[in-house]
């Protein structure tokens, strides 16, 4: 396969995003101890959080709010929109604005309306027009350094919200959880990096299984979000059909919808992300949706999430995902950094201006 020739990685991955997803776990580190230092909003009297942002940002929230959702005293609320609801208003409510760019429409929309209604607000980002709105209105700003796609930088924007949330006394103790997370990381990618070949490394053979296929990924509690993060990266490095669904909300409805088209079946494959931290009806519907899938002539498999604790499974999951979708992308001959139809949709929309 193309992903075990050098020559082939090199030629189709100009913008190297290989060393990016090597360097995710240092990231990720780098990320939760610029955390420490950096300006807080007031702690006290707290009701509410509410984190805005899309895409690569957006994905870094998901994950901190599946991952928390255990232990944080507060109800935590991702927003991927322009518009704040009608609850989050007053000191009662932090929002976070999270723009790798700074200049994401629908953040910046948020951000203008958090401070109107007296919210407490925060912005995550590398500079833009959010930095500087966040200065010219005297707020705290985490600003971070990276050249990348926003979607490379997941480290950062879970990262820092992780620091924030711990700081902020939401959620404690997360220093040996991040430490060990790092080092499950690291194990795993040796045998995911592009110098293993294919016979070896579990990443290119998922990635040879969702060749020409219709892929759908499940997951479940603190990993459905990994899921997302699966099927987004399908999209944005191999430029192919994705979805993904969660456990047990899918039992409900897209199980039932596995016999038509008849001709579904050879193209489908269905792959379910699996934790021994799942509640145990989780971890049964997994593999009974599995089963009835495969009864269905859907081809199946699982990733088994590695690593001690809840936060080192679902970053070892996610890395793994980031490797596999990298070597779909080269096996599809397609240049796994640029988006050009991202790019495009937003230059029409910037030409037809505001409403």
Known sequence: MLFDQPDAIAQ???GNMLAEIDRLPGQLASAWEAGAGLPLPARNGLDRVLIAGLGGSAIGADLLAAYAAPDCRL????LRGYDLPAWASGEETLVVASS???NTEETLSVFDQAVARGCRTLAVTTGGDLADLAREKSLPLWRFEHGGQPRAAVGYSFGLLLALFARLGLLAGQDKAVEAAGAAM????????????????????YAGQLMGRWFTVFGAEFLAPVARRWKTQVNELAKAWGQFETLPEADHNALAGTA???TLGAQAF????VSEHYHPRNRLRAELTRRAYMLEGISTDFYQARGEGRLAQQWTALHFGDYMAYYLAIAYQVDPTPVEALENLKAELKAMGEN
């Open 186 to 205: 690291r194990a795993q990618a040796e045998h995911l990096r592009a110098d293993v070949p294919a016979v070896q490394n579990p990443a290119k053979r």
């Open 12 to 14: 189709n991955d100009p």
């Open 260 to 262: 038509r088209p008849e």
């Open 75 to 78: 109800p935590v609320t991702v």
């Open 270 to 273: 269905c792959l379910f992300l």
């Open 100 to 102: 790798h760019s700074g």
